[in-house]
């Protein structure tokens, strides 16, 4: 699943976020969400979050048990 949907993402969620850093290179950073900071229903290069760690990227997958 993408992160390009808000209702698919919420606090607590694993993913893997793409910092703006690495956009280039398309490395991919994993974590837990803190906070959504994305306000709109559906962006297309992903929803913007904010890790429990203070990173913040843009959701490129999310990790499913």
Request: charged share 30%; glycine share 12%; hydrophobic share 35%.
């Amino acid at each position: 699943m993408d992160g390009q949907n808000r209702k698919d993402i919420y606090p607590g969620l694993e993913v893997g976020i793409i910092l703006k850093k690495d956009q280039r290179s398309g490395n991919i950073t994993y974590g837990v969400v803190k906070d959504l900071l994305t306000s709109s229903a559906f962006h297309s290069r992903g929803i913007k979050v904010r890790l429990e760690d203070g990173q913040v990227g843009r959701v490129a997958e999310i990790i499913e048990d």
